[in-house]
């Protein structure tokens, strides 16, 4: 009977740290809901801005085409991967980031063939475009960082004693981080 009390007794002390666990856990969860929301919220900022950028290029040169129907294909197949905080899972994110390096590489090449195109270079739309264009990438790069620390804190918590014991029970997962695209590893080649 003693033993039996003792077992009850752990059983309540336990129960009673779970609801600071579970209410833990449930806003972490939502902190890293949000920080998500603001990754999406950058990459679309970025996806609105590019119709801009194309329609200032094709008015001020003739342009290479194929330029612009690869940016404007890599936008479009962007826009058309989504991904809600429900849906976090490393294949999910690795798509995801896929169908954003497209975008990302399509607008290198444009602004970069754009250095042939003087009248293009000089124009001050193209010019404002550009520099919100940098702009939006540097606010996806730390919204980017800012959802991995938040998801860092969120799977520590997840994954610490006792809360792993109640994650399981209450469905709490572990959530992935955003990676570097592999191609990112390799140093780009500059010639002169």
């Known amino acids: ?4 009390f003792l077992y009850l007794i752990g059983l309540v002390v336990l129960l009673s740290q779970s609801s600071c666990g579970y209410n833990t856990m ?3 969860d939502q902190a890293v ?3 998500w929301a603001n990754v999406q919220s950058a990459y679309q ?6 119709p801009n950028l194309v329609n200032t290029v094709k008015g001020a040169a003739n342009f290479e085409k194929t330029t612009l129907t690869d940016v404007i294909n890599a936008r479009a197949k962007a826009t058309s991967v989504q991904l809600s905080a429900e849906n976090l899972t490393p294949e999910n994110i690795k798509q995801f980031q896929e169908a954003q390096s497209q975008v990302s590489s399509g607008l290198g090449r444009l602004l970069a063939v754009s250095e042939n195109y003087p009248e293009l270079k000089a124009n001050a739309n ?3 475009l550009q520099a919100q264009i940098e702009g939006t990438e540097n ?3 730390v919204e980017r960082n800012k959802f991995n620390t938040v998801t860092n804190d969120y799977n520590g918590t997840v994954k610490s004693f006792p809360n792993n014991i109640f994650a399981g029970m209450f469905g709490f997962k572990e959530k ?3 990676e570097a695209d592999p191609a990112s590893q390799k140093a780009p080649t500059v010639q002169f």
């Open 1 to 4: 009977m003693k033993r039996l």
């Open 26 to 28: 449930v806003s972490k």
């Open 33 to 35: 809901k949000a920080q």
């Open 45 to 50: 900022r970025r996806s609105d801005l590019i």
């Open 126 to 128: 193209f010019q404002e």
């Open 139 to 141: 606010r996806i790069n």
């Open 176 to 178: 992935p981080y955003f």
